[in-house]
Nanobody, 115 residues
């Protein structure tokens, strides 16, 4: 059993930065591939970034150079540092943990914009 809780979303201006966090409980965190996904209103959920148990990372092309995924296994936490945010980044961001046939999702954290 894995429980995931996201935090760090909020209201930002275009060009601003946020760091999202996802903390896991009830698992051996280090064996899981951790990922971030997002879902904008009226759109399907899309892949943003992942970090494997071996430390390999992968990113959606649209966020390369702006977003960075990292993990701290000692804290059972994965992060998504988001810089140079754009209005099109507005979405609910979800944390995912996977290992073999096991897949778990958090409840999401909102990222919105204000002028």
């Amino acid at each position: 059993q894995v429980q995931l809780v996201e935090s760090g979303g909020g209201l930002v201006q275009p060009g601003g930065s946020l760091r999202l966090s996802c903390t896991a409980s009830g698992s051996i965190f280090s064996i899981y591939t951790m990922g971030w996904y997002r879902q904008a209103p009226g759109k399907q959920r899309e892949f943003i970034a992942l970090s494997t148990s071996g430390g390999t990372t992968n990113y959606k092309n649209a966020v390369k150079g702006r977003f960075t995924i990292s993990r701290d296994n000692a804290k059972n936490t994965v992060y998504l540092q988001m810089n140079s945010l754009k209005p099109e980044d507005t979405a609910v961001y979800y944390c995912n943990a996977g290992h073999g046939l096991q897949t778990y999702w958090g409840q999401g954290t909102q990222v919105t914009f204000s002028s």
